[in-house]
């Protein structure tokens, strides 16, 4: 499944970071454009041609899942309304997350897959991270729309509180296969909750796990924890989210925004007055609470 989908290893190389494998750094990033060249932007052509093309990851629930044309999810939402600001009609141009973020961009951004498929005009989910800025020239990152932050939900009727991971021994525990997240739970302490972690396919399916009794507790993201609360009918007393940072993953999350080539100056100026519009008419918080989750300041 795509999140910072969102770093899925402890690694120092933001080059070594992808959708799946990022749990995100802290960021300072700088004017929106700082390394945007002179160069006119491609606005003109794509408003030509009367369409956005937007790059979204696969099997990212909750923000961008399902087959084709019928993809739902918040990136899916925020790329329709993105596209309505502009007056423009969308495309949806879905992908499978690389080993990389760097492949991500340049598969999808500024350059194309070898296979064929892509650049977008825009993609969305996108680290806005000081280290990926600087090692993605090619591209511009900016626009955070949200924050993601790492999370343990639980059943406090099986595991009544938390303070640190030293509470988790002997309990049932789930987390996402193939994430940073897993990894660092399993390695915790010398691999001290190992045996007692089962993997799913998606974070989403970990948290669902505590929901339906099958686990006590869940490492995940905010945004997945809340989505399978509102898949199951809304959050109950018994469920509670407590932050419990692990070594290696920063407490206070990560932002997302998107990226587009770098000289494309028009268009993310166009971009960032169609977000602005989002937020001001209020349509962006009504679509987090659509796809029930929270509107964080990125």
Do not use: C
């Not at 749990?23 to 002179?38: D, E, I, S, Y």
């Not at 309505?84 to 009609?89: A, D, P, W």
């Not at 939900?153 to 991971?165: A, I, S």
Request: without cysteine; hydrophobic residues 40%.
């Amino acid at each position: 499944m795509p999140s910072f989908r969102d770093l899925n290893q402890t690694q120092t190389s933001t080059g070594g970071i992808s959708r799946r494998r990022s749990l995100g750094f802290l960021m300072a990033l700088g004017a929106p454009f700082a390394h945007a060249q002179t160069e006119l932007a491609d606005l003109a052509k794509i408003k030509s041609n009367g369409t956005l093309k937007v790059a979204l990851y696969k099997d990212n629930a909750p923000f961008s899942s399902g087959p084709g044309d019928e993809m739902a999810g918040l990136d899916v939402g925020l790329a329709e309304g993105l596209a309505r600001q502009m007056n423009l009609k969308l495309s949806f141009l879905p992908f499978d997350a690389g080993e990389k973020m760097n492949d991500d961009l340049r598969n999808m951004v500024w350059r194309g897959h070898y296979m064929g498929y892509g650049p977008a005009d825009i993609m969305l989910h996108v680290p806005v991270d000081k280290h990926l800025i600087q090692q993605n020239r090619q591209v511009l990152i900016f626009a955070p729309y949200m924050r993601q932050v790492q999370v343990l939900l639980h059943d406090t009727r099986k595991l009544p509180e938390v303070n640190g991971p030293e509470d988790l021994k002997g309990h049932r525990l789930s987390a996402e296969r193939g994430t940073g997240t897993a990894s660092v739970l399993m390695g915790h302490n010398g691999g001290m909750l190992r045996t007692q972690v089962v993997l799913h396919n998606s974070g989403v399916g970990a948290a669902k796990a505590v929901l339906d009794g099958q686990a006590d507790a869940a490492y995940v993201l905010r945004s997945q924890a809340e989505s399978a609360m509102a898949l199951a009918g809304g959050k109950q007393a018994q469920w509670v989210m407590t932050s419990m940072p692990l070594s290696g993953i920063p407490e206070n999350g990560w932002p997302l925004g998107m990226a587009i080539k770098a000289e494309n100056k028009e268009l993310g100026q166009a971009l960032e007055v169609a977000m602005k519009g989002l937020r001001d008419s209020g349509e962006l918080l009504a679509l987090f609470k659509k796809n029930g989750l929270t509107l964080t300041a990125p």
